[in-house]
């Protein structure tokens, strides 16, 4: 697995993992292009082909501002492609976010330019949401493939391919009337802390007023802060309860499938709650939670930080949501029939 522009400090990979993972910047990439052989250059060469599982690394939507680092990450993600090329590796770039592209002028050119020679190499190519599939389609003079998320239409996994030893999947014990709080860094990035703190501060007392067991906890390191900050803004309330464990996804999804439903801004927390029929209260950054919300007919539920959050609004939806969470959970289950029936990993190599 090549990590692009990550701390690989942080994980232990040779011990845990039946992989190995290894950085993948953009001078990585250049050096190994420029004929500079390396221990990456030795597994290109042997490889049979790159799975390309990148989300918004093809983008300028980071912060929704022109950031030179933007447009960098945006050369990058073309860079692993023409390594691949060099090497006459074939490339496949799976369901992800892609787009958009406002880049200053300037910049657009170059990307246009550039996309239009480089994305004509990927065997295949599918992006997550249709938003922006014209875009691509225009910058890479090709076709492009719309397809759902591969965890919502993932089948069993096999842990025996993951770890090298299996892991123990921890099971908590989840309270009955109990709703899950999952936070996202990038929601209060947007918004500040005081809006953020008075937004997640109404949602929990409406749900503490309705006699909810309310669980926070993060699906994502970064968010771990903000968890432990939120749980002192309730003291010792014994119905607020802190899980402070680093969860893998396993055991992520087990605790939502146990909940009544989530407050969730963490996209693949609330695609987690849809598989597994559990409703979502969903405050978004981007997109992609609008699409994927309407598919599901959850959009009254969907709160974009883009746009001042209504909190007369927000109030009304979660008031919706505790009176009719049993019912979204059956329409819920309905569109997972749809997707199962509609979807499989296996077509994504279909030619």
Excluded at 149 to 173: C, F, H, M, Q, T
Aim: with cysteine; aromatic share 16%; proline share 2%.
């Amino acid at each position: 697995m090549l990590a692009d522009q990550r701390d690989l400090a942080e994980y232990t990979f040779e011990k845990k993992y039946n992989f190995t993972a290894y950085n993948w910047t953009l001078y990585d990439k250049i050096s190994i292009i420029r004929s500079k052989d390396s221990l990456v250059t030795n597994i290109i060469k042997e490889s049979s082909c790159f799975f390309d599982i990148s989300g918004y690394a093809f983008s300028s939507s980071i912060l929704n501002k022109f950031k030179f680092k933007n447009f960098e990450h945006s050369l990058s993600y073309l860079m692993s492609i023409v390594v691949a090329k060099n090497f006459s590796i074939p490339y496949f770039i799976l369901p992800q976010s892609i787009g958009p592209f406002d880049y200053p002028l300037f910049y657009r050119k170059i990307l246009k330019f550039l996309s239009f020679y480089i994305l004509k190499y990927p065997r295949k190519i599918f992006v997550r949401e249709k938003k922006y599939l014209d875009d691509l389609e225009k910058i890479s003079g090709r076709d492009i493939v719309n397809f759902k998320d591969i965890v919502l239409v993932g089948e069993a996994y096999d842990l025996k391919n993951i770890y090298k030893e299996r892991p123990v999947i921890s099971e908590k014990n989840i309270l009955n009337d109990s709703v899950g709080v999952i936070l996202n860094r990038k929601i209060f990035d947007r918004i500040g802390a005081d809006e953020f703190f008075d937004v997640y501060d109404l949602v929990i007392k409406k749900l503490l007023s309705k006699n909810k067991n309310v669980y926070i906890f993060r699906h994502s390191y970064e968010d771990l802060d903000l968890c432990i900050s939120l749980k002192s803004k309730f003291g010792h309330n014994e119905n607020v309860i802190f899980f402070n464990d680093d969860f893998n996804c396993f055991e992520l999804e087990k605790i939502i499938s146990k909940l009544d439903f989530v407050i969730a801004s963490r996209y693949h927390s609330v695609i987690h709650a849809y598989k597994n029929k559990v409703p979502a209260l969903c405050i978004s950054w981007a997109n992609k939670y609008y699409e994927l919300l309407d598919y599901f007919s959850q959009l009254k539920y969907l709160f974009d930080c883009r746009q001042k959050i209504n909190k007369e609004e927000l109030s009304k939806s979660l008031d919706s949501l505790l009176s009719n969470y049993l019912l979204e959970k059956g329409l819920i289950g309905e569109k997972m029939e749809e997707v199962r029936k509609e979807y499989s990993i296996s077509s994504l190599f279909k030619f």
